[in-house]
């Protein structure tokens, strides 16, 4: 009894250290353009600055990921790193250069961006054989995310971007006081000798791909929404409530995403999810000056990320051996929200020039989306899996 009431408690603080970790990115992702355009940066500057965020997820994850694997310090490199993360990330309150806001993304996201790969692996550790209950834990993310994304378009209205500065440092010192209660209890490690050679079969790989692919086609919506939106005539406010739209339809997902994947498999759910993305994508670039399409876009949000994060993760839990688990979420993270997220925003920057290319934009994400459902075809059926991703 002891035992299922520590669990649950551990699982009340996970779904803490998600809330706050996706109210973070809440903050920053759809904000930090229009914080970056009203200090003065242009597009290509600011395509470049957003791209930082995204780039330090290709090193860190992995960086992290080998400690962990090595010495079963999970929670404990969370702990640090949202620690690290809270220091680092007074240097954002200064008002310096491009050169110095540069450099202070660079440090305070190397260490943010290095605590989801873990976080992810001790949900599913923790849960057990009771991976459905995944869905649940992990919506608490999309609700951090649904309540600043809204609550801070709102703020800016009233007193300014260069709030988000307070907002972001109260949101990492909330991560770090969740994380600190997590148990310290290291995973058992297997020796060298005894732990399986890590093989990134032809499944994986294309999964990668895809996955890269992806979160290039969200280059638009991840740097630019809001500026899009401002273009079309919209305040920042009401960006703010489009994206909470997609957002909830979001957390609805992950409700529901346990139940689908028992049905249909991962394969073909995210072969459907991306062709509703790339749908989606084309919807932003031909139909922005419609709040009913621009709606309808929003709500597609639970396929764009609900549906594909709930099979991703499932799949890559699936395919790595425990010792290896930690080092397949920072793949899958520093390969597709890192390199994938970082090419995206630039590529997306460098086409949008002064606003003449955005939709020009939105296409090319839309073909990156198509691709990456092609991608998915190519990976093998795993017949002798509990997890079948056909």
Known sequence: MKQ???????LRWISACYFFFFAILGVMVPYLGVFFENRGFN???IGFLLAILMA???IAPN???MVADRTGMRSQLIKWGAAAAAVSYLTFFYDGSFTYLA?????????????????EVITLETLGENTSRYGAIRSFGSLGYLVFVVGVGFAISIWGTEILPYVG???FIGLLLSALPLPSDRVVVKSKADKPKLVLDKGIVWFLISAVLLQMSAGPFYGFFVLYLKQAGYTEAVAGIYVAVGVLAEILMFMIAPRLLGRFGVKRLLV???GFTGIRWLLMAYCVDSFIWLGVSQLLHAFTFGLVHAAS?????????ISHRSKGQALYASLSFGVGGALGTWMCGMIWGDGSGAYLAWVAAAVCAFLSMIAIYFIPKQVNSAQEVA
């Open 4 to 10: 299922t009431s520590d669990v649950s408690m551990q």
């Open 43 to 45: 597009p290509q500057e």
């Open 56 to 58: 330090t997820r290709i």
């Open 63 to 65: 960086i992290w990921a």
């Open 103 to 119: 450099l202070s993304l660079c440090i305070y996201t190397f260490f943010w961006n290095a605590i989801l790969a873990q976080l």
């Open 169 to 171: 440092m109260s949101l």
């Open 272 to 274: 459907a999810s991306l």
């Open 313 to 321: 993760i499932q799949f890559v839990h699936s395919r790595f051996d």
